[in-house]
């Protein structure tokens, strides 16, 4: 939803009896929609995706509206995932009341993310996706545009894996 010319989250964000996350990377047509694509794939292959809300975003401007890079979809679609409807979307400090995780591909995204938040609380729901993936080496899941299109499954499988363990981790906090 646009208002005032600032994407807006929808209502259903407000749900709090879903476990809520977003994903968030520089501009919402690479990482961030391919870890949506693979986290809304587990969820429902696990039975919970009644139980879940997922959205990404992007710290920038530069691509709201638009579709996930075509090597996103490729990726994403050769490796059985669906992304087709994303559309990119900046991301916005309210948005910390509105989620209980906000994830973060690299190190400068999590400074920007952290620089949005007000409490405690905020601070807390913000962290990088390789911290949950304990063989992950380094710290940030590299930004594939400036590559090579191959370069694009080599990042989805890295995504795959820390969304795994993420997922993994935060499924009993979706049981009923």
Known sequence: MRQNGVVTIDREFADATRFRVC???????????????????????????????????????????????????IALTDAGYEASAHRAKQFSAQWLDSFDLVIAFDRGQERALRSLARTDEQHSK??????????????????PYYSEDAFFGTVLHQIETAVGRLFRQIQPAMRP
């Open 126 to 143: 913000i962290r990088l996706l390789l911290s949950f993936d304990p063989d992950a080496t380094g710290q940030d899941v590299p930004d």
């Open 23 to 73: 994903f968030v990377c520089t501009g919402n047509i690479c990482r961030s929609p391919m870890a949506q694509a693979v986290f809304e794939h587990l969820a429902k292959k696990h039975g919970v995706a009644d139980r879940l809300l997922v959205a990404s975003a992007g710290i920038s401007e530069y691509h709201v509206g638009e579709t996930a890079d075509p090597r996103t979809l």
